[in-house]
Structure formats: C-alpha cells, structure tokens
C-alpha cells in the first residue's frame, strides 16, 4: 500500500523558523512565510534576485562583515557539497518603512546543500534564526555583560573573517593549479593544414569550479580522424586528474579499436578501474573523409551537431547509452553513421554550452541549432567564439565549457 503524496511545497512553507532557498549563483528560489515575516520582505522582493542586492551590507559601517562572511559560506557549501554552520553575526539590514535607515539585527544562520542526480549541488537551504531580541534583552538586563557580549561576538566575527580569507586563498591556489593541470593535459593541435579545426576551453566561474571536461583530435591511418569530448563528474583538482587518465584512454583506444563504440567500450572497461570515473560521460566521432562518413558513439552525452551547407543542423543522436560505469555488466555500445557533404561543419561539445538549471536539455539544443544556422558562412575560429558569445550566460558558467568546431 503507498502512502499518500506529499506536497513538497506546502511543507516548505509550514517549517517553523526562517527558510529560504537559493540557487548556486545565490538566486532567491523561494522563502517560507517565516523567512518573509521576520526579514520584513515580500515575495516579488526576493525571488529571482540576487541574495546581495536585497541584504547588502551597511555602507555606513565599515567593519560591517555580515554579507562577507555570508557570501564565503555560502560558496564553501557550493564547493563542497558540505552544511556550514556559522558564527552568530551581526547583519544590519536596512528599513523596508524609512530607506537609507539601517536597523542593528543579528543572525544565527546555517546552510545545507541539496544535491541532484549527478551529485552537484543544484540548491541552498538557508536557515537563519533572529536573535536580535535576545542580544536587546542581555543589554537591558546587565551594561557589562551585554559590552562583554558585543565584544565576543565582534571577536568571533573578526576570526571569522580571516578563515574565511585563508580558505579564500586556498581555493584561489587550488583553482589555479587545477586550471594549470587542465591546459597541461588537454592536446595542443598539430592537424594537417586540410582540416580547419576550433577548440575552446571555458572553465566555470567561482572558486573551485574546475571540471573535468576534455576534448581529443586523433589522427588516424587512411585520411581518417577520430574526435571527442567528455566530461568528468566532480570539479576542483581530483576531476581534472580523473580527466587526464581517461582522455589518455580514449585518445590510445581510438588508435586501435574498430570504430568509436569499441573505443568507448574500452574507456567504459578501463573507467571501472579509475576512482571517480564513475557516470563520466563522452562522445567519439570518426571522421572518414575519403567516404564522407561520420561514425559516431556516445555515452550519455549531449550529442554532437552537424551543421549543412544549407543551414540545416543534424544532431547525432542515433546511438546514444548510458554513462561509463553506468551498467553493471559490460554490454557492447551502439554506433551509427551520418554521410556529409565537403563543406559542412562537425560541433562537439560538453553540456556547459547548452544546459541550464531549471530547463529541459532540448531547449539548450534548440538554442544551439539556432545559433550555427545564424553563423553559417563563418571560418571554424570564428564560429566557436560566437557559439560561446551566444550560448554561455554572461555572468559566467557555471559548468566547465569545452567545444570543437570542425569544417568537413
């Protein structure tokens, strides 16, 4: 016998205390009544916009810290997918009744990941508790003990701040050394002065999102090439070690194996031995120019286009399987094969370009189309740059972006 469903959204709102829910660039999704009540905040001020825009520090206060010390928790529960429970802060927030009036509050705020199928965090839960009232009470009840109190908590508060600067260090560091072993380990192209080729690397924004995302050109014997992208599950310095060992793979399979699905078969095989491998996703396309054939495989991947001489683009969707590591038991992988004309253009690329949070991945792939039958005439260098002009948000991604443009 199931139970009854449960409404999700009615129990959001019925949690005692304040609650609210923020996306990864810190967006308000939604907020309990509570959270309305005590923040003195409608609806239409809070969803939709930017955590920092409606709470920004006070400008009057230059020790002000609150949305700092914030701002660094909240990034530190993106990154690494762990609850942060911060130090009572001092946050004045400015009157809804009398603007450019800044009333003394203080918060206990915690915050907690929600994570989605593939195991990035896709929301925030921002708990606060006010404890304005209580901090007002201690005052009145004992000058002393309410000055000791203040002191503490601007102590704290100053601590806070620095670990919040070390960690920012940190991460700055990691990031870079992360960027370095990326571009270390992604292929310089050496290809025959007949294939006028693209490649782009875009990494996301913030402090450790460093992905594992690759791309690989492959010369291959009888006028023959063999192309790819992938993309690693995880960010920071182990995804783009884990993308190292399967790019290197895939490149040595695709040197061997016969066609792109036995290749990836390979990959699949050798990814069961790699930690962190597990669910990585990639495409491979063979290119045959003598009989103009693209042979194609993928793995869970969004699927690579190609873009006609006469503006239309064809998506090469026709053997598409799960990610690697996505079975239990090794089974062959699908293959198929698209004919095109001299003149047409091949674009792989890995699923910062097209997806976008709270949208269905045909949308993105419609922009996609869109955008190559608007660029139709441009060299492969310029048409990559569009493409990421066009398709990337321009407050940043919050993917990894990697993308070959290919002209047959």
Known sequence: MSGPDIDYRAVFQAL??????????LVYEDANADFLRESHRSREDLIGRYLFDVFPDNPGDPAATGARNLEASLRRVVETGERDTMALQRYDVQSTERPGEWEERYWSPVNAPVLGAEGRVVLLVHRVEEVTELIRARRRTGGDRARVLEAE????????QEVNERLRLAHARDREIALALQDAMLPALHLADHHRTAVRYRPAVGALNVCGDWYDLVELPGDRMAVAVGDV????????????????ALSAASRVAEGPARALEVLGLYARAVDGAESTTAASVHIDWPTRTLTYSSAGH???????????????????????GARPEHVPRPQAEQAFKPGDTLVL??????????????TGLHRLAASLAAHLTLEPDQLADLLLL????????????????LRL
């Open 153 to 160: 908590l601007y102590t704290r508060s100053r601590e806070l």
């Open 302 to 324: 969004p699927p690579p286009a190609v873009l006609c001489e006469d503006g239309t683009v064809v998506f090469l969707d026709q053997a598409t399987d799960p990610p690697l």
């Open 390 to 405: 066009d398709l990337l948000p321009a407050a940043g991604a919050t993917d990894d972006t990697a993308l070959i443009v």
């Open 349 to 362: 690329y890995t699923d910062g370009l097209i997806e976008r949070r709270h949208e269905d991945i045909t």
């Open 233 to 248: 599950v995880g960010h920071g310095l182990a995804a783009a070690g884990v993308m190292g060992q399967l790019r290197s």
């Open 16 to 25: 005692p205390g304040m609650v609210a829910l923020l996306t990864p660039e």
